[in-house]
């Protein structure tokens, strides 16, 4: 099958004929209909991933279609409309059977992230050398093999290339602002950053009652849909720009809610300083390994809280049907956060679009 490869890292990614092996013990072999490119994709690209070894296939937000089942595979079936989650939980540990699904740090966990199996092996390889899949998904690709925990199944009649965002951006914004924070009925939301990630939040925050959202882009293009999507207020800032400054011309009193969704660590201080007393501060930005995140002691002393917010808290098999329902009721958006539809050859156009940082999101359809 042909997959995007990272064979080094700041190098463009190699479309290559690879091979997939069948899937084992409750694995499943999907046929991807459409994948995502999410920032994090680009931080692995340009090495600052913790989690992104080359050789990988990379890609982690993709839908489709189930084509081959392995033993063992209980509750999905040739031909099911399926979303890949960014992790599967192992089912077995302490945090799991306590639901506490994001909190799973066993070895199964542990090895999904960085692409393996629970036995430490691939089913992707090239001349015998093993490739792994990004978090287990590696959706840029024709096929991916996935252990049935990282699936769920969808509504076939909902579109695969809308689905396909509820495997990373739209799930890990709508759960920034419902699992995370717990965002209150009537509050006041500060986003930074209104990109694939940010507009969720957005949306989320809306989702969840506030009543004034502050959407923060240094792209004007990102703040009219930000607006479209549900924030009440717009602020377009210079890169470098003193956001709480702004924000307080708007709330003199800071907000009850900060979200930082760039990664970049001077603008989680920035969210942090906008918030009020007894505010929370969500860094969701992936900043690169080795960053500090500087804090004013006396700003925290003052009953703020600082969260982080992997993969925005989601359960995937509660998370991914509740954002369908949404969808299909009309109260999220997933048709506007996606600008452009390109083939699996083309696909470091996305990478190059990232980088500009003036579109949504990129699905590939490979
Ligand atoms: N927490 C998680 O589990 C998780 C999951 C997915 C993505 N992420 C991370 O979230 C971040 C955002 O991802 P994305 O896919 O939405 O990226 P994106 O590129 O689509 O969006 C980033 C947005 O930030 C804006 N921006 C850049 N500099 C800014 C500044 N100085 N002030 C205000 N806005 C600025 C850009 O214009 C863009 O709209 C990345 O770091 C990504 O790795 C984290
Ligand atoms: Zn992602
Ligand atoms: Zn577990």
Known sequence: MRAAVMYETHQPLVVDEIDVASPRNDEVLVRIAASGVCRSDLHALDGESPVAQPPMVLGHEGAGLVEEVGPG????????????????????????????????????????????????????????????????????????VVREAQLVKIDPDIPLDLACLAGCGVTTGIGAALNIARVRPGSCALVIGCGG????????????????????????????????LGATDCLWVEPGEQIPERVKALVPAGVDYAFEVVGHTPLVTQAFESTRTGGTTVMVGAPAPGTTVTIDSRVLFSDRKLLGCMGGGNIPARDIPRIMRHYQQGTLDLAKLVETRIPLDDVNDAFDALRVGDTVRTVVQP
Do not use: F, H
Not at 204 to 215: D, H, L, N, Q, V
């Open 197 to 228: 990630v940010g507009l969720n939040v957005i949306q989320g925050s809306a989702i969840a009652g506030a009543a004034r959202i502050i959407a923060c882009d240094t792209q004007r293009s990102k703040l009219d849909l930000a607006s479209d």
């Open 73 to 144: 595979v209980t509750d999905l079936a040739k031909g099911d409309a399926v979303v890949i989650a960014l992790y599967g939980p192992c089912g077995t540990c302490n945090e799991c059977r306590a639901g506490d699904i994001t909190n799973c740090w066993s070895e199964t966990r542990t090895r999904n992230m960085v692409g393996r199996m629970p036995d430490g092996t691939t089913r992707l390889s090239k001349d015998g050398r093993a490739i792994a899949p990004m978090c287990g998904s590696g959706s840029l690709a024709e096929y991916a």
